[in-house]
Nanobody
Framework: VQLQASGGGLVQPGGSLKLSCAVS????????MGWYRQAPGKQRELVAQ???????DYGDSVKGRFTISRDSNKNTVFLLMSSLKPEDTAVYYC??????WGQGTQVTVSS
């Protein structure tokens, strides 16, 4: 199973980015898919997750700004990030059920 994250980059405060995580080797249908992030000197933290049935959970710091979604036909999970803040700067990782992880994509929020 491989997860390929993409879509990171440099964005100004208040801007938006959409991350993608393409899964190969297994169907993400009915699996819990999540996004985590890790900033320098900090522990990895949950950003958002979507359960097999479609229910969603978000970290407190991103509620109302980030939206997780998935396209089972494309075997891809997305993270739409809006109203970005400098404190959102981190490496973002996608995961399938906590068992498989992508390589991470850097998001930098700075003016």
């Amino acid at each position: 199973v491989q997860l390929q994250a993409s879509g990171g980059g440099l964005v100004q405060p208040g801007g938006s980015l959409k991350l993608s995580c393409a899964v190969s080797g297994s169907s993400l249908r009915f699996k819990v898919m999540g996004w985590y992030r890790q900033a320098p000197g900090k522990q990895r933290e949950l950003v958002a997750q979507i359960a097999g049935g479609g229910s969603k959970d978000y970290g407190d710091s991103v509620k109302g700004r980030f939206t997780i979604s998935r396209d089972s036909n494309k075997n891809t999970v997305f993270l739409l990030m809006s109203s970005l803040k400098p404190e959102d700067t981190a490496v973002y990782y996608c995961t399938m059920a906590g068992a498989y992880w992508g390589q991470g994509t850097q998001v930098t929020v700075s003016s």
